[in-house]
């Protein structure tokens, strides 16, 4: 059956800051993978590679790491030894969601829209997550990681428009709606063409950065997602009228 154009039926939603409390763990994870390749705290050296860590929140960690130790060799030793710190932290009840972001999943849902979550960390740390939150089988209709597309995670659409073709739950990108906390995530929902694009406060960028980088909303937390959506369609349908 063919949708209505203003209705969102598809939901991406990011994991770490989004709908999974960050509170410094990618920072503690940095700080293990930059002293495995000798990166010391306190130095200038650390300091700039942290600076780039944070500007970059929300792309795939491998991207990153490979802009700040070049060689490939290098690069895969940095983003194993963090992906291993953030799995251990993980696995310490370091690790929980956002307050009423389950609940707002699973009202989404309920109202028989499609939902996605997606990570620019590897799939081993995202499943841990997962496991950790108890949000296993059922939560979602899919989990998506850059591996799991090629490679390209965000700024790239590549995450949203697998989503799309994935579930097949919209007709067209104009129903997909996109939240995350960074701009990155803000550049991956307008790069994918989707009808909403929304940035959330409950992690890394404020809001000019996300607005700047392409929010069409900017919420208070993702517990405010439904009802945003909801709105959305109305004042499309308004506009329509």
């Known amino acids: ?7 969102i039926s598809l939901v991406v939603l ?19 993978a930059a002293r495995r390749l000798g990166v010391e705290p306190g130095t200038p050296d650390h300091a700039e590679k942290l600076a780039y860590v944070r500007a970059t929140m929300g792309e795939s960690k491998i991207s990153v790491f490979r802009h700040l130790f070049g060689e490939e060799a ?8 963090f992906e ?28 028989g829209r499609g939902v996605v979550l997606t990570t620019g960390f590897a799939r081993v740390t995202q499943e841990a997550i997962l496991a950790a939150l ?8 899919l989990t998506l990681c850059p591996g799991d597309v090629g490679g390209r995670g965000r700024p790239y659409p590549d995450m949203v428009l697998a989503a799309l073709l994935r579930t097949r739950a919209a007709d067209a990108v104009a129903q997909v709606a996109v939240a995350g906390d960074t701009s990155y995530d803000m550049l991956t929902g307008s790069r994918a063409g989707a009808g909403m694009v929304a940035g959330v406060l409950t992690g890394a960028h404020e809001e000019g950065a996300l607005r700047a980088a392409g929010a069409t ?25």
């Open 134 to 141: 108890g949000w296993g089988e059922g939560l979602v209709d």
């Open 14 to 32: 990011d994991m770490a800051g989004t709908t999974v409390a960050d509170d410094g763990l990618v920072e503690q994870a940095f700080d293990a």
């Open 1 to 7: 059956m063919k949708q209505k154009q203003n209705r």
């Open 84 to 111: 291993e710190a953030y799995g251990q932290l993980v696995a310490a009840g370091q690790c929980a969601p956002v307050p009423g972001a389950r609940e707002a999943i699973e009202r989404l849902r309920g109202e």
């Open 74 to 81: 290098r690069a895969q030793e940095a983003n194993a030894a």
């Open 217 to 241: 909303h900017v919420l208070g937390s993702v517990a405010e997602l439904p009802d945003a959506v909801a709105e959305y369609e109305l004042r499309a349908t308004e506009t329509e009228s």
